[in-house]
């Protein structure tokens, strides 16, 4: 085979896993995905893409697939889409000699609890919290700040994100996430959560390359007690103050956590007027956030990613200066997908300035309320020159999806109506 390669260490499974390898192949250069199941990913053989099956969660191994694949044709660039395979994929380009972000900075940043005592001794906001590794630590640490948040120190996409209003809920919680011992890609996890404080201001996104602050998102959370995303606005609609103060202080979490190479991802909440950081991520955002600020802002993070890990000058340029809006279809109860599907499909896609319109499920499928991002049935991008318009085109839109959601108890009853 000629051609350099780019090794992608796993993926997400959706969205953003799909571009890295468009986007390698389009800069010249061959995607190599490096996983333990080619299945959990149909896009790979969708799109004739090359796999090698390795165990990613052992380093030994990982470097040997990676260093016979280097004995036949040269590779250029180690990346991930997916957080639960930045430490590893770091580990690796640095084993390679070739860019990335530093690994130990990575490793400090995937862990939660970590991340959250070098920022605070930073001086940079962030939620009170205690780190527990027993209920009745846990217990212990709510029991002045209710009501509070308990979730992994490890984690993604809101897994395990509760926010509990009284200490039997959080024993409960923390007795559930104690017990878990893998994540849902059979990766050991930490025997140890956090406790924080609950703050109840407006939740935004910064995304940051390298140092600068390339985009803010205005963000929407579904129903508690999940921290399900549920929408994402691109740019946020924001006083200059604020917009200078989220931005400031998502590049001096960066900095704080010795990153500075390619994308973060930084998640943050006000606190009256100061933003305070709930996590920093040390790759690409997910939620379709960057095919949001490339349709927006005309700024393409994917392939600056790429070109970042290729050792080529990468500096996002906005070249466009829309709005972007995207809704996640979720439901709060019990319900089936219905055969007429395809019609909402239309309906949605056919709302003025919906760009995409889209079901993850199929006819028939059983669905409830969503508790992480597992649980989002479908989504919604609309484009337009105000924020207001493309909000409120992906609203209509994602209401017109909706109609694809018949009740449990309705379908029952119409099956009962057929016998």
Same mark, same amino acid.
């Given at each position: 085979?000629?051609?350099? %390669?780019?090794?992608?260490?796993?993926?997400?499974?959706?969205?953003?896993?799909?571009?890295?390898?468009?986007?390698?192949?389009?800069?010249?250069?061959?995607?190599?995905?490096?996983?333990?199941?080619?299945?959990?990913?149909?896009?790979?053989?969708?799109?004739?893409?090359?796999?090698?099956?390795?165990?990613?969660?052992?380093?030994?191994?990982?470097?040997?697939?990676?260093?016979?694949?280097?004995?036949?044709?040269?590779?250029?660039?180690?990346?991930?889409?997916?957080?639960?395979?930045?430490?590893?994929?770091?580990?690796?380009?640095?084993?390679?000699?070739?860019?990335?972000?530093?690994?130990?900075?990575?490793?400090?940043?995937?862990?939660?609890?970590?991340?959250?005592?070098?920022?605070?001794?930073?001086?940079?906001?962030?939620?009170? +919290?205690?780190?527990?590794?027993?209920?009745?630590?846990?217990?212990?640490?709510?029991?002045?700040?209710?009501?509070?948040?308990?979730?992994?120190?490890?984690?993604?996409?809101? %897994?395990?994100?509760?926010?509990?209003?009284?200490?039997?809920?959080?024993?409960?919680?923390?007795?559930?996430?104690?017990?878990?011992?893998?994540?849902?890609?059979?990766?050991?996890?930490?025997?140890?959560?956090?406790?924080?404080?609950?703050?109840?201001?407006?939740? +935004?996104?910064?995304?940051? +390359?390298?140092?600068?602050?390339?985009?803010?998102?205005?963000?929407?959370?579904?129903?508690?007690?999940?921290?399900?995303?549920?929408?994402?606005?691109?740019?946020?609609?924001?006083?200059?103050?604020?917009?200078?103060?989220?931005?400031?202080?998502?590049?001096?979490?960066?900095?704080?956590?010795?990153?500075?190479?390619?994308?973060?991802?930084?998640?943050?909440?006000?606190?009256?007027?100061?933003?305070?950081?709930?996590?920093?991520?040390?790759?690409?955002?997910?939620?379709?956030?960057?095919?949001?600020?490339?349709?927006?802002?005309?700024?393409?993070?994917?392939?600056?990613?790429? %070109?970042?890990?290729?050792?080529?000058?990468?500096?996002?340029?906005?070249? %466009?200066?829309?709005?972007?809006?995207?809704? +996640?279809?979720?439901?709060?109860?019990?319900?089936?997908?219905?055969?007429?599907?395809?019609?909402?499909?239309?309906?949605?896609?056919?709302?003025?300035?919906?760009?995409?319109?889209?079901?993850?499920?199929?006819?028939?499928?059983?669905?409830?309320?969503?508790?992480?991002?597992?649980?989002?049935?479908?989504?919604?991008?609309?484009?337009?020159?105000?924020?207001?318009?493309?909000?409120?085109?992906?609203?209509?839109?994602?209401?017109?999806?909706?109609?694809?959601?018949?009740?449990?108890?309705?379908?029952?009853?119409?099956?009962?109506?057929?016998?």
């Amino acid at each position: 085979m000629s051609g350099r %390669l780019l090794l992608l260490v796993e993926s997400n499974t959706t969205g953003t896993g799909r571009l890295f390898a468009r986007r390698a192949a389009e800069l010249g250069v061959v995607p190599v995905l490096l996983c333990q199941d080619p299945g959990r990913y149909p896009y790979a053989a969708e799109d004739g893409l090359r796999t090698v099956v390795v165990d990613t969660s052992d380093a030994d191994r990982l470097w040997a697939a990676a260093t016979r694949l280097a004995d036949e044709t040269p590779v250029a660039g180690v990346l991930t889409s997916s957080e639960y395979y930045v430490p590893a994929a770091a580990a690796l380009a640095s084993r390679l000699g070739l860019p990335g972000p530093a690994a130990n900075a990575v490793r400090d940043c995937r862990d939660k609890a970590e991340q959250r005592r070098i920022l605070a001794a930073a001086g940079v906001g962030v939620p009170g +919290f205690a780190v527990v590794s027993t209920e009745a630590a846990a217990v212990s640490a709510a029991a002045t700040r209710l009501p509070v948040v308990v979730k992994p120190v490890q984690g993604s996409g809101s %897994l395990g994100v509760r926010l509990c209003s009284d200490l039997d809920e959080v024993a409960e919680h923390a007795r559930a996430l104690l017990a878990t011992t893998t994540n849902e890609r059979g990766v050991a996890t930490p025997g140890r959560i956090l406790v924080e404080e609950y703050l109840t201001g407006a939740e +935004f996104s910064v995304e940051v +390359f390298g140092t600068e602050a390339v985009v803010t998102v205005a963000k929407h959370v579904g129903p508690l007690p999940a921290f399900v995303e549920v929408g994402h606005d691109v740019p946020a609609a924001l006083p200059a103050g604020l917009e200078r103060e989220l931005r400031r202080t998502a590049v001096r979490a960066v900095t704080a956590l010795g990153l500075g190479w390619g994308a973060a991802h930084v998640e943050l909440r006000l606190d009256g007027p100061a933003a305070k950081v709930i996590e920093v991520n040390p790759r690409l955002a997910g939620g379709m956030i960057p095919e949001l600020v490339r349709r927006a802002c005309g700024i393409d993070l994917v392939r600056a990613q790429v %070109l970042a890990a290729l050792g080529r000058t990468a500096h996002p340029e906005r070249a %466009l200066y829309g709005r972007a809006s995207i809704r +996640f279809l979720t439901t709060d109860r019990d319900g089936i997908l219905a055969p007429g599907l395809a019609d909402a499909v239309t309906r949605a896609g056919a709302v003025p300035g919906v760009v995409e319109a889209v079901l993850y499920r199929a006819p028939g499928e059983p669905v409830g309320p969503a508790a992480d991002f597992r649980g989002r049935l479908g989504h919604v991008i609309a484009v337009a020159d105000h924020p207001a318009e493309a909000a409120g085109a992906a609203d209509r839109a994602v209401e017109a999806l909706a109609g694809a959601i018949t009740p449990t108890s309705l379908a029952l009853d119409r099956q009962e109506a057929l016998t």
